[in-house]
């Protein structure tokens, strides 16, 4: 069995492999929400600051704090971040770096399902929303809803069985909506809702395809990047075979997320 080691390295790799996917879930996730303007955001496991400047642009927050575990991404965010209302700072999601009640809304934006500890998390999201606030999540539907990523591990374990213990759809139980509910209702949350939502991700072609699975960032890249030559352009080949291509070349798939809000 292989070992899941998910390296979250280089800000420009993931944009260009999961960051133009997340801007639009970033944006229907909002939406949902309806925080009124005016309140102070935490954007936990901030990444690249996808969902931070998307709350930026939509929600007229008075501030918005995003905090992830690497260095690296709280880097890029804040270099591609402009806005006075934001700053960033490295912190894990289990030990958050501000008092109680500090935030009105509290969102992490797929990321619960790499927490090793998820309600431990969960807690630290709960103890720095004021009360009445809004605690948000939202995570891949890895299992049947993202269709590259699934499409991509079909066609890995395919030629190699033992990349099976890489899936993120086996590894992940949490990526699931009646999960992610049990949670935030464990945390003796008030008005638990869960949605989906659902968005295309059409490739230009198989190139567009092929590319974002080359950056060695995220479980697919990295399982790319432990690959010699050969066995690198057999998995690339079998995915050429695999996915819908429609006549103009551009391959048309759809990513779903599990989106589940609370209130404090």
Do not use: K
Not at 74 to 100: H, I, K, M
Not at 221 to 230: G, I, K, N, R
Not at 242 to 255: F, K, N, Q, R
Request: aromatic share 10%; with cysteine; hydrophobic share 45%.
């Amino acid at each position: 069995m292989m070992e899941a080691t998910d390296p979250w390295g280089s800000g420009t790799a993931y944009d260009r492999y999961m960051g133009r996917w997340s801007r639009h879930v970033a944006t229907e996730f909002l939406w949902w929400l309806a925080v009124p303007s005016g309140r102070r955001w935490l954007d936990v496991g901030c990444g690249t600051g996808v969902l931070t400047r998307t709350i930026l642009e939509s929600a007229a927050p008075s501030e918005v704090v995003g905090v992830d575990q690497s260095g690296d991404f709280v880097a890029y965010a804040a270099a591609q971040t402009a806005d006075p209302r934001a700053r960033f700072a490295v912190a894990d999601a289990t030990d958050l770096p501000s008092g109680d009640g500090a935030f009105d809304a509290v969102v992490a934006g797929l990321v619960l399902n790499f927490v090793s500890e998820p309600r431990a998390a969960l807690r630290e999201l709960v103890r720095v929303t004021a009360h009445g606030g809004t605690i948000a999540a939202y995570v891949w539907d890895y299992r049947d809803g993202m269709q590259f990523i699934r499409t991509f591990w079909d066609a890995a374990i395919a030629l190699d069985a033992a990349a099976g213990s890489l899936h993120q759809g086996e590894r992940f139980p949490l990526a699931r909506p009646d999960a992610l509910a049990a949670l935030f209702e464990s945390a003796s949350l008030q008005d638990v809702a869960s949605r989906s939502i659902e968005i295309p991700t059409r490739f230009a072609d198989f190139d567009d395809f092929w590319a974002p699975f080359l950056g060695g960032t995220g479980p697919a890249p990295s399982y790319v990047a432990t690959l010699d030559d050969q066995r690198r352009t057999a998995l690339r080949e079998r995915l050429r075979v695999s996915v819908p291509t429609e006549p103009d070349g551009s391959i048309p798939l759809y990513a779903r997320a599990w989106a589940v809000r609370g209130r404090r």
